[in-house]
């Protein structure tokens, strides 16, 4: 009897709670604390009073606020990650009102010891604490709010993205299948011991393609599979396939999502060689870009006009590496007149 598996779904925790210990984050706090600063300052009966000299002292103030709510938000992060969405929500906006309230309360007593004045008159102590936690709620409310939101179309983003990247992939290795199938057909009778090794180089090209459950691997394991799929197309092109590949300066250890590379190899031998009679030479060049690398593909063009489906598969690797790499990669296209190259940025190890 076969034995019945059993799949668990976990749900990932949402990530709609920012890193109030960053840098980035912090400053933001600030940038947002003076600007309430500066809109109350701005009110007219208090900039009758003297609105510079107000603005400093409730910028000092509204900072230490700030800043002590990013502290204590930051500490507790881990904790409120989880729970749930709506708990979480709720504690949140509930611990920034009692830190608020609190921070205010401490802020009056110091100012009344000192004898400064610069809070509440004497008596209107409780009603100014509760004026800076009601305004603080009113803001805590509106940006946790625009957090959560931000967090739920990040999510949809992401999910429609990783779908998209499904998609690309399934179709991307079919096409290479059927080309590869063709060729190993063609060699059986005649040359078997090449049919033979191309149907290792296809097992290793498609072992490696499913065969990682995060779909990543590095810049030296794509070259090999680019190697093996060269190999393949040398069978069924002849002296028509001709490759320069100069990658020795590359970083191989870099990390990149698993059949980057070859969708783009293939598409230049398919759409630029392919199509001439004569042929053409393939270039591969790579090398360090920062932390990151470039590799250039060039191939020549065909006498007459690419067809469609070349802008379709470099339109499939773009969004591949938008997946990947967000804004921050980069495929970038340069049509001339008689070559075709193609330039991939990817300026630090892939993120998803």
Known sequence: MRQGSTTTTTTATPNWLPQFCSGPTLFAVMVVAELVALVIVLVPDVAERGWLPRLGVLSVYVQWLALLNAVVLCSMRVFLQRLPER??????????????????????????????????????????????????????????????????????????????????????????????????ASLIR???????????????????????????????????????????????????????????????????????????VENAIYHGIQPRAEGGTLHLRGRPLGAGIEIVLTNPLPPHA???????????????????????????????????TVSVRLPEAAVR
């Open 306 to 340: 690419p067809v469609r489906g070349n802008g379709v598969a470099l339109a499939n690797i773009r969004a591949r590496i938008e997946y990947h790499f967000g804004a921050r990669g980069e495929l970038r296209v340069e049509p001339g007149p008689d070559v075709y």
């Open 87 to 184: 708990a979480g929500f709720v504690t949140a906006w509930a611990i920034g009102v009692a830190v608020t309230a609190l921070g205010s309360a401490v802020v009056l007593r110091l100012d009344q010891a000192l004898g400064l004045r610069l809070t509440a008159p004497v008596g209107e102590g409780a009603r100014f604490v509760f004026v800076n936690a009601a305004i603080c709620a009113l803001i805590a409310a509106a940006l946790l709010r625009y957090l959560f939101v931000l967090e739920r179309w990040r999510e949809r983003v992401r999910a429609a993205a990783k779908a998209q990247v499904d998609a690309l992939q399934a179709r991307i290795r079919p096409h290479f299948l059927f080309n590869s199938m063709n060729t190993i």
């Open 190 to 264: 005649s040359r078997p011991a090449d049919a033979e090794r191309t149907v290792e180089d296809l097992s290793e090209l498609f072992r490696a393609a499913l065969g990682a459950d995060d779909g990543h691997g590095t810049l030296g394991d794509e070259l090999d599979l680019v190697g093996r799929y060269l190999d393949i197309e040398r069978l069924r092109l002849g002296d028509r396939l001709r490759v320069e590949i100069d990658v020795d300066a590359a970083p191989r250890a870099f990390r990149l999502p698993r059949l980057l590379l070859q969708p783009l």
